[in-house]
């Protein structure tokens, strides 16, 4: 079962039917919107189609995720849920899955959603269920790379994670283009986050510590720190990793302008009187940023880096292992670079937990193999090269932050 239909949701549910048949005989798509319904109903057999393949059988349900006994009534006697609807929907999803005994996942990426999801841990084991939140991109693939360094070398390696999703050139007054939900931006962009150092969880400021970044193929960008993609890591994973950080990838001068943004106001969730109007600034710059950001006629592109750096377990060697991936639309499916790299990473890792023995609350650092992960994601055309560096000294605890290069 699928709960929320929109872009995102088209990719995931393509690849379940494009290769996860057998994993299921019906699939539920459901949202408060039938429109959405049909829409992404039609995107994925187009899709199929074009892969010479015959649909799946869906079954569309309206539902309203906010009332739990219409959600419980919804779930029951499936075999998995998965909640691609907005991140505040997903502990009332994963509370009705673990009600109803069902195995639950969600696109995740908003840190207090995963931590209301954790607590639900306890009974989900004793149910025989799973609970996996935060999969797709970042958090999602991402950290599953980050995860080959808990497997190839000892405690105490350092993580760092690089990722967005752009235009393939700077367009509009931020050089940016939205490729998914405005209210999935805010919620990255704005207060405090945590990360790792020096083994411990420490709260930074979103917006700051920023600095260039450079992929050859495309040239220098800017890192900043944005909050979610870390997922729990922080609190999961600090007696084994040292310093694990996460960066948003952008064009130079982002970050500035969107500090300009904050710092006139314009992101704040207080109603100001304007007139004889109320108006939510953040309310009225999401919808411009719907209305000028959207760029439609320009491709998207995603470009991730993952750096693992520590002692290997196999040869006592102190190297830096570097992941990288850079992925673009894909016209003949219809699906864009954003799409592909959240549905399909989440896909991935959904049935790869539903054919391993699993339950309680997913680390996916921990419980997905990335080598196999990086198999599967070369079935969709989905390339990650991986290469060894020089590797420098381990850096001080005064500044144990990652470089970028």
Known sequence: MIVGCGRQAAALVY??????????ETMVLADRDPAQIKKLTSRVTAALKQDGLRPSRFIAKKVNAAKPAELRRLIKGSRMVISASHYAINPLVAKAAVSAGVNFADLGGYLESSLEIQKLSRAARKKG????????LAPGLSNILAGWGLRAMEPGMDLGIYCGGLPERPVGPLGYKIVFAVDGLWGTHFGKTVIL???KPFEVETLTEVEPVDFPSIGKLEALITSGALATAPWTLGGKVR?????TLRYPGYTEKIRLLRDLGLTQTKPRK?????????????QLFFEKLAFPEVRDFVALRVTAEGVLISSQERKRVVFEALEWADPRLGFSAMERTTGFPAAIAAQMLLRQP?????????????DRFID????????????EQPCQQPKSEKNPQLAAA
């Open 15 to 24: 690849d379940f039917c494009r290769w996860g048949r057998d994993l299921f």
């Open 129 to 136: 269920i799973f609970l996996a939140p935060d999969l797709g």
């Open 197 to 199: 150092r020096d083994g």
């Open 243 to 247: 310093n694990y950080a996460y960066k």
């Open 274 to 286: 304007v007139g004889r109007v109320s108006v939510v600034p953040r309310e009225l710059l999401s």
């Open 358 to 370: 699993v339950s309680g609350f997913v680390i996916q650092e921990e419980a997905i193999d990335t």
């Open 376 to 387: 599967e994601l070369k079935k969709r055309n989905i390339q990650v090269t991986r290469r």
